[in-house]
């Protein structure tokens, strides 16, 4: 541990305790456990009380696999043709969930398509899960009490419900910049694999340059290219046609207060919920995240730890991109790992156990705060984080920690 971090130590202990690390986790997996059934009571005829199906927008995935089974991959996209598809399944349901996902995302739910739902369902949050918790485990493996805290994180229980595609994306981006320093190529095959969900891989490019990752960015470009032609051969040029027009009704929703902007967790859409119009709000964001993809390019240029360079640039991408969800949270596993580990092997900076504690309890209270004060969180804990990892990449070069 850094001198100066051990006589802060001394002066005055942080208020997380080991003790309080081996409880605290385990009581929020308990509650997180008894939730589970109370959760389930609520449903009747595969509904609960909101006219909402168990994995509430999971039936947009495995619907858009159904009809893509049986050569309607176009009808996915079109709100009225994949709803009347889910009211069939479900005639009380409260109403349609949209499909906006691009071509590229078919290819993972066609499986689950050729299942019945809730088999369906299960198995995509098993399998989630499952590829989730293996790409986490070279971080947590052989350090004490890690396994309750990551297996207590509310981003992974918080995102089960929606049965979304979170899981998956968070071990592709996580796996890849783990396996980069040691497997480049492979890393940017993970990281051309984030076509599934495009805006989570925006900052990607931009760190890869950054890092000289040159084999890495050759391999998410040439993955991502393939990836991309397969669809279009697979399922045509109007399927893309269709993605992009499905887009101007999600911005419709937005704007009519349709969609729920509270669960949204970025700069941009946290000036739409405060009332700042579209442009402006574009804008604004726009100045935010050029400034957050400085301070990640300058992070890479400045330190060459896996650790730093992975944490800047998952916290960076949710300031950078201008959607994302509460559910898309679940990858703060990765940089709340890495955080803890430089804590713990390199000494613990003001300011850093904090921002780690409100990192983890942030994908529980960030959609709730936002809907009763309409203000979100989640940018300033990611600008938080951004921040300490500026601090002790200074630090660094000033010799403060070893």
Known sequence: MAPGAASEARARPHWLIERRVRVYPRLFLAMFV?????????????LDSWGRPLGTDFIAFWSAGRLALHGRAVDAWDLDLIGAFELSLYPGLAGPTQWAYPPTTLALVIPFGALPHLLAFAAWVVIGLAVYLFALAPLIRGHAHAWPVALAFPGLWLGIPSGQVQFFVAALMGAALLLLPRRPVLAGILIGLLVIKPQMAVLLPIALVAGREWKAFAAAAI?????????????????????????????????????????????????????????????????????????????????????????????????????????????????????????????????DRNTMVAAWVLPMVVAPITLLTHVTLAPLVCALVLRQLWARTSAREGSNVD
Do not use: C, N, Q
Request: glycine residues 10%; without cysteine.
């Open 34 to 46: 008894l939730a589970t059934p109370l959760y389930a009571s609520t449903f009747h005829k595969g």
């Open 223 to 351: 993955t991502s290219i393939m990836a991309v032609a397969a669809s279009t051969m697979a399922f045509g040029v109007s399927a893309y046609d269709a993605w992009w027009s499905s887009l101007g009704a999600l911005g419709a929703a937005i704007d009519d207060g349709s969609a729920p902007v509270f669960k949204f967790v970025t700069p941009f859409m946290g000036l739409r919920v405060m009332g700042v119009p579209e442009v402006p709000a574009l804008l604004l964001h726009g100045g935010v995240a050029v400034a957050a993809a400085t301070v990640v390019w300058r992070l890479w240029r400045r330190s060459d730890d896996p650790r730093i360079r992975g944490t800047a640039t998952v916290v960076g991408t949710f300031l950078v991109t201008p959607y994302a969800a509460d559910y898309d949270l679940a990858v703060l596993a990765f940089p709340i790992a890495w955080m803890a580990i430089l804590g713990t092997t390199d000494g613990w900076l003001r300011g």
